[in-house]
């Protein structure tokens, strides 16, 4: 793992296009914005292949569910034997300034609203599930930064109860939750499952990230969790969980995600297909510093200025 980043950006700068034969569907529209989804489907589809719903990052600024780099991401993942429905989002935090543990009402705003979008998506798969050949109990939730934000929050809503997850199927459940980089944003205090266990729960995250912080941020009742957060919930609860913490690495691990395709099969193995209830956690040292991108180091202000 000493070599990480530089297998990290290698993998960013050499990942190119590809002719990938795709379907666009709209799954909703919200605020006069129409919202898209590319589905990506493997040349085999089996009862127990997985469709992975991925959630760009882009700091709820920007980003695109089909750039290059995602669309060469996805070739790998569909290469692997993954379905992949990449899926638009509203931007909320277009025009923020000053975010910061004193001014969280925009960062709410925008989580939240890229969550109700995200659980309108995963409404749409679920009533076209039968003609896409997705397997209803093979679903995974999946983002990076942003997009991991979403992909937790999305799984808190629908075990809480709260936002529009009254639209999806009393009995639905995620398979999983695969997170880079990402956090879950809490105005109750420590995160709470209150009416179901979370889906088992794959995280990456960087221990020096400053924009989505891994050890979290709090004020009084409103809290921003990241990584470390949670996973002291999941020991607590003895819920099932996979973390790999990297210890000289800031944000830079939200793009990781081409470099943990096999992580993310051993993950779906034992966790989804079969069923273990298990918690792994590991970490990584020795990593240069000096090698970091300089967005490895971003802050909020840096962004949101």
């Given at each position: ?14 990942l190119g296009g590809f002719a990938q034969d795709m379907k666009t569907y709209q799954y909703a529209q919200r605020d006069t914005l129409n919202l898209y989804l590319d589905f990506y489907t493997p040349e085999a589809v089996h009862d127990s292949t997985i469709c992975l719903v991925y959630v760009f990052g882009g700091g709820f600024i920007g980003g695109h569910r089909d750039g290059e780099w ?236």
């Amino acid at each position: 793992m000493k070599k990480f980043f530089l297998l990290l950006m290698l993998c960013v700068i050499t990942l190119g296009g590809f002719a990938q034969d795709m379907k666009t569907y709209q799954y909703a529209q919200r605020d006069t914005l129409n919202l898209y989804l590319d589905f990506y489907t493997p040349e085999a589809v089996h009862d127990s292949t997985i469709c992975l719903v991925y959630v760009f990052g882009g700091g709820f600024i920007g980003g695109h569910r089909d750039g290059e780099w995602e669309k060469a991401y996805f070739k790998q993942l569909v290469d692997a034997g993954f379905m992949v429905a990449s899926i638009d989002y509203r931007l909320g935090l277009k025009g923020a300034k000053n975010l910061g543990i004193f001014n969280t009402d925009p960062l709410e705003k925008a989580v939240y609203m890229a969550t109700e979008d995200a659980i309108l998506a995963l409404d749409y798969l679920l009533k076209h599930a039968d003609e896409l050949k997705i397997n209803k109990n093979y679903i995974v939730m999946t983002g990076s930064s942003a997009g991991a934000i979403t992909s937790l929050q999305t799984d808190y809503a629908m075990c809480n109860g709260y936002l529009n997850s009254d639209i999806l199927p009393e009995d639905f459940r995620l398979a999983g939750v695969v997170a880079y980089a990402g956090a879950i944003f809490s105005h109750e205090g420590l995160v709470k499952y209150r009416n179901r266990a979370p889906a088992p729960t794959m995280m990456f995250h960087g221990m020096k990230d400053n924009l989505v912080s891994y050890k979290g941020l709090s004020l009084f009742s409103v809290g921003f969790f990241g990584l470390d957060a949670l996973v002291k919930r999941f020991v607590r609860f003895d819920y099932p969980y996979f973390v790999r913490r990297f210890e000289d690495y800031g944000h830079s691990i939200a793009l990781a995600g081409p470099l943990t395709i096999d992580d993310l099969l051993w993950f779906c193995r034992h966790y989804i297909h079969n069923k273990e209830k298990i918690q792994v956690d590991g970490t990584y040292t020795n990593l240069d510093p000096a090698t970091m991108p300089p967005y490895d180091y971003y802050t909020p202000k840096d962004l949101y200025k």
